[in-house]
C-alpha cells in the first residue's frame, strides 16, 4: 500500500490463488490497497482458506483506514477477481471501523466473484464519489449478498448474479445519505425453502436526517418458496424509493400458500415533499402484494399493474395517479 498506479495482473481464477496463511484474524486483508489510487487487480483469486480453515477476514480491502490523515484511496479498479472463503466479506470498500474514510471515492469492481464469505461484497464509511459494481457473480454467503454499510455516500450495481445468499440479497443500513442504484437483474429466491429477501433496508431510529435515496430499475425477482411471511422487499429505511420497469413474483403457485410481500414501513415520523414511493411499470404476480403503510408519508403509484394473480389491494389513504 501506499502506492499508486500498481497493476496486478493474474493469469486467471483457477491458475494465479492468492492464500492467506497465517494465524487467523478477522480484521485482516488478503490484498490491502491503503492510501493508494488508479491501482488495477485482475484475474486471479484470493482465498482465506488455508489447511480447512477460514482466517483472513478480507479477500480484497480497499481503505485510508479512518479520518485519521489526508489519506487518499481513488479509483482503484479490481476486474475478474475471485474472493472465496473469509470470514467476513470477500470485498470491503471502506473502513470498517466507527471512522469514516476520507477520499476513499471512485472505487470499481468489474466482473468479480464472491462466494462463501459472510457477506460478498460491503461498501462502508466511503466519502464522496459513487462505488461501482457490474456483472460478476455473488452466491452463497452466509449472511448478505452486498451490505450498503454507515455512511455509504453512492454505490451503483448492475448486472450481478446473486443467488443463494443467506437472509438478503441485499442489505442496506441506517444513515446512508445515497444515491443507491441497483439495475438490470434477474434473480431467484427462497431456493430449498429459505426465506432470503430480495432487498432489506434496516430500521432507524428517531432524530436520523440522513436519507436512503434508492432507485431500482429492470429488476425481475422471483421467490420459488413462501409461506405468506417472506418478504421479497423490507424496506423500513429513511428516505426515498422510486422502483421502475421492474417484476416480482411471489412464489404462490410453488408453496401453495400465500405469496411474498413488498413491505415499505418507514420507521419514522411523516416526511414532508412529494412522496417517498414512487413506483412505475411495476408487475406483481404469482400472489406477490404490496404491504405499504402510507400514513408515514405521501405514497404515490405511477402505471400500477399488479397482474392477473391475486396481489392484495392498496389502503384506502393511498394515493394514486401521477
Not at 477460514?54 to 489526508?70: D, H, L, N
Not at 411523516?270 to 400472489?287: H, K, M, R, V
Request: glycine letters at 14%.
Amino acid at each position: 500500500y501506499n502506492k499508486n498506479s500498481i497493476i496486478i495482473d493474474g493469469a486467471g481464477f483457477t491458475t494465479t490463488v492468492i492464500r492467506y496463511v497465517g494465524s487467523a484474524d478477522a480484521t485482516k486483508g488478503i490484498i490491502k490497497v491503503k492510501n493508494s489510487s488508479y491501482c488495477r487487480i485482475r484475474n486471479l483469486q484470493v482465498t482465506g482458506l488455508s489447511g480447512g480453515t477460514k482466517r483472513a477476514g478480507f479477500g480484497v480491502y480497499i481503505t485510508s483506514e479512518g479520518a485519521g490523515g489526508p489519506n487518499v484511496t481513488q479509483f482503484n479498479d479490481l476486474e475478474k477477481v475471485w474472493a472465496t472463503q473469509c470470514l467476513d466479506s470477500g470485498f470491503q470498500v471502506g473502513h470498517v471501523g466507527t471512522d469514516i474514510d476520507v477520499n476513499v471515492d471512485g472505487n470499481t469492481l468489474d466482473r468479480c466473484f464472491s462466494d462463501n464469505n459472510v457477506v460478498g461484497a460491503r461498501v462502508n464509511n466511503t466519502n464522496d464519489n459513487l462505488t461501482k459494481i457490474f456483472g460478476g457473480a455473488i452466491t452463497s454467503n452466509s449472511s448478505f449478498g452486498i451490505e450498503i454499510g454507515l455512511g455509504a455516500r453512492g454505490v451503483e450495481i448492475a448486472s450481478p448474479l446473486m443467488y443463494g445468499n443467506g437472509t438478503s440479497e441485499f442489505m442496506i443500513r441506517r444513515t446512508n445519505s445515497g444515491p443507491i442504484h441497483i439495475r438490470d437483474m434477474v434473480t431467484e429466491l427462497g431456493n430449498a425453502g429459505s426465506v432470503d429477501s430480495f432487498l432489506t433496508a434496516e430500521a432507524v431510529s428517531g432524530g436520523v436526517v440522513d436519507y436512503n435515496l434508492l432507485t431500482l430499475t429492470n429488476i425481475n425477482a422471483t421467490c420459488n418458496y413462501t409461506n405468506g411471511a417472506t418478504k421479497l422487499i423490507n424496506y423500513q429505511g429513511y428516505g426515498s424509493v422510486h422502483m421502475r420497469n421492474c417484476r416480482f413474483g411471489g412464489g404462490a403457485s410453488t408453496s401453495g400458500g400465500a405469496g411474498a410481500q413488498l413491505t415499505f414501513r418507514p420507521a419514522n415520523a411523516a416526511q414532508s415533499g412529494p412522496g417517498w414511493l414512487i413506483t412505475e411499470n411495476i408487475n406483481l404476480y404469482d400472489g406477490a402484494n404490496w404491504d405499504v403503510e402510507v400514513e408515514q408519508g405521501t405514497a404515490w403509484f405511477k402505471w400500477l399493474d399488479i397482474g392477473t394473480s391475486s396481489a392484495g389491494t392498496l389502503p384506502t389513504s393511498a394515493a394514486t395517479g401521477a
